[in-house]
């Protein structure tokens, strides 16, 4: 049985924050439900939408290619190549709004922003067009899609098709994205644009970082992100789809029992208008700033929480602002947003910081665990899994945290093991992220 990793403070409990790390048992059989669930669609679910892709990749090698890899996110594009030597270099990184002034204003906005991010391509890698090599290309989509395998002949992979486009899917609100309708194939767009650039490639794989995260760690049996997000890949065990990729958005709608939100949590969920909150909300680093200072408001009004009171007020007042680097530099102990506060007051604080990282931790760790559950069920004894997880790398014991968590959830006799995977930081500045290691190692492999 799970049982919590630290004692409950008395503001902990008088808060509530300890009923998720008592009830991990709880959410790890309703996490359970969800997975299985999923295939069916039959509530709780989570999603099962195909990743087109195996994670068991060819042993062989392709023979020498040009790799470009591209990164769409809501804000801003980053392209990247993994050199014929094995090294890397980031071409460049655009914010979204930058391709637009250069578009052609004749074409669609999605297909002028792929012809601008073509030439852009080009112009910063001649060698694609004189050097005679074979052309790959992994692009990382961060909006929602449905994949799936394609052959022209010439060209070989996995494309995605518009999905979600009017319930959610494509929130972010890119430019380029106006117009565009369910069903849409983007990856017959961006082939399209490549060919007409000159430099039609030989593979080409879109999916979402999830997905590419997998293949980030060799043999690895799930991919999981705990950054601003959270979500998790799932992988078939039938005779009909074993080991192949399914993107879960498990984070985002795995709903928490209303019983084991803390009082903090309520407040934070009225702040935003929500009835319920999912496991994503209170383990991510999007929400944890504004999650915390809902608990800190909250508390300041409990005998436990009095000292708090100051902070408090001064959130309230706009006087102060927190943001997740000042609460990684509270629990370190060095944090200059809170020095003009009194000791205690800090003391408190940091203490409620901790509990609340460790929650988000537990509850990161039964999302890694759900990750493979699956398989472990089918018969796998170890389990890999590749994480991404900001949170893991910059807050002081999250990934700890997780991976205790991990370990007590595992039933006897099987191993879950999590390599938390670091970006890769260049010389020059920037760096080549988790996922866009993972898509060059899958497409090498094809």
């Known amino acids: 049985m799970a049982t919590p990793a630290t004692k409950p403070t008395p503001l902990d409990r008088a808060l509530g924050i300890h009923h998720v790390a008592e009830n991990i048992d709880t959410l790890v059989q309703l996490g359970e439900e969800i997975v299985t669930n999923a295939p069916s669609g039959k509530n709780p679910c989570c999603a099962w939408d195909a990743g087109s892709l195996s994670r068991r990749l060819s042993a062989n090698q392709a023979s020498p290619h040009h790799t470009i890899l591209l990164d769409m996110g809501g804000t801003h594009t980053k392209v990247a190549t993994k050199t014929l030597d094995g090294g890397w270099a980031l071409l460049f990184d655009h914010l979204n709004d930058w391709f637009e002034p250069k578009r052609d204003p004749s074409l669609p906005l999605l297909q002028g922003f792929f012809r601008t991010l073509v030439a852009e391509v080009v112009s910063a890698l001649p060698s694609l067009r004189t050097s005679g090599l074979p052309l790959r290309v992994g692009v990382i989509w961060s909006n929602q899609i449905k994949t799936k395998r394609f052959s022209t002949g010439t060209t070989t992979g996995v494309t995605g098709i518009v999905h979600g486009y009017q319930s959610g899917g494509y929130r972010k609100g890119e430019w380029f994205l106006k117009g565009i309708h369910n069903g849409d194939d983007i990856g017959a767009l961006l082939l399209s644009e490549f060919t007409h650039g000159g430099i039609p490639p030989e593979v080409l794989l879109l999916g979402n970082d999830t997905l590419f995260t997998l293949f980030a760690v060799p043999g690895a049996h799930a991919g999981v992100v705990m950054s601003s997000g959270g979500n998790c890949t799932l992988v078939g065990t039938s005779n009909t789809d074993r080991d192949e990729l399914y993107n879960s958005e498990l984070g985002g709608m795995f709903m928490l029992p209303e019983s084991l939100?803390?009082?903090?949590?309520?407040?934070?969920?009225?702040?935003?208008?929500?009835?319920?909150?999912?496991?994503?909300?209170?383990?991510?680093?999007?929400?944890?700033?504004?999650?915390?200072?809902?608990?800190?408001?909250?508390?300041?009004?409990?005998?436990?929480?009095?000292?708090?009171?100051?902070?408090?007020?001064?959130?309230?007042?706009?006087?102060?602002?927190?943001?997740?680097?000042?609460?990684?530099?509270?629990?370190?102990?060095?944090?200059?947003?809170?020095?003009?506060?009194?000791?205690?007051?800090k003391a408190v604080l940091r203490d409620l910081v901790v509990m609340l990282v460790e929650r988000a931790a537990n509850l990161a760790g039964i999302l890694t665990y759900l990750s493979v559950i699956r398989q472990l069920k089918a018969g796998e004894k170890r389990a890999l899994v590749s994480l991404d997880s900001s949170m893991g790398r910059y807050f002081p014991g999250y990934f700890e945290i997780l991976k205790r968590s991990v370990a007590r959830i595992t039933p006897l006799n099987h191993v879950v093991e999590v390599t938390l995977v670091h970006p890769i930081e260049l010389t020059g500045g920037g760096d080549i992220s988790v996922p866009l290691q993972g898509a060059a190692l899958a497409l090498a492999a094809q």
């Open 261 to 345: 939100l803390s009082a903090g949590d309520h407040a934070f969920a009225k702040s935003r208008n929500l009835s319920s909150l999912s496991l994503e909300e209170l383990s991510a680093g999007n929400w944890f700033p504004q999650m915390v200072t809902a608990h800190i408001v909250t508390a300041a009004k409990l005998p436990e929480g009095a000292n708090l009171s100051v902070i408090a007020d001064a959130l309230q007042k706009g006087d102060v602002t927190i943001n997740n680097r000042s609460l990684c530099d509270l629990i370190s102990g060095e944090s200059a947003t809170f020095e003009s506060f009194p000791p205690e007051a």
